[in-house]
């Protein structure tokens, strides 16, 4: 369990984590409006996990706001090409966002309990049983399918993103996996949904 945190300590750490984020030169389309890419995936996970556990404590909060902080700075070709290069890129990325989140907490003052907590989340040295690492998961894998699945189908191709989706449901909670079903989808993007679905 770790230390409870008042509104306004709450606040102030998100919108660290936020201020951190802004600078993404990537952006995308949320509701209408283009954002940088990091930022908005930040609040739509987020939101995700207010939807989850609408009790959930600052740690899981503070995890979702920060899982992909400061990404962009650390891109995919800094790693060699295959899925070793692939792999290898992705553990490097939970190592620098958990040392990113500490450095953005530290200079607030917040408890080192949530501190280390929040750095076990983002860095995903939790266990897959513990509830939280669960919700982090469901929502981070909801905003995939909210904001990335359109791209990838268009780039990967009918068959190749539903086996893509399909491993991506087998990581999700069967409350997520109700929720994903409710995300406005083009239709081709729903048919691959569903026929992840039923494979998975």
Known sequence: ????????????AIAAI??????DPNTIVVAGETRPKELAHAEL?????????????AALLLAARAHHVRRWTIPRATQPSGRAGYLRWR?????????????????????????????ALVAKRVAR?????????DALCLVFVE?????????????????????????MSPEAIALAATIPLAPA???VLE?????S
């Open 147 to 171: 904001t990335q699945l359109h791209d990838v189908h268009q780039r990967l191709g009918t068959e190749h993103v539903t086996s893509v989706v399909a491993k991506t449901l087998r990581k």
């Open 189 to 191: 993007d729903a048919q």
């Open 45 to 57: 996970a987020t939101a995700w996990v207010q939807r989850l556990q609408p009790d959930a404590d």
């Open 1 to 12: 369990m770790t230390a409870s945190v008042d509104a306004t300590a709450l606040a102030d």
């Open 91 to 119: 553990r490097s990325l939970y190592d620098f966002h958990a040392a990113e989140v500490e450095r953005l907490l530290g200079p607030l003052g917040c408890d080192p309990a949530l501190v280390a907590r929040v750095r």
């Open 129 to 137: 049983t513990d509830p939280d690492a669960q919700a982090l998961e």
């Open 18 to 23: 936020d201020a951190a984020n802004v600078d």
């Open 195 to 199: 026929m992840a679905r039923s494979s």
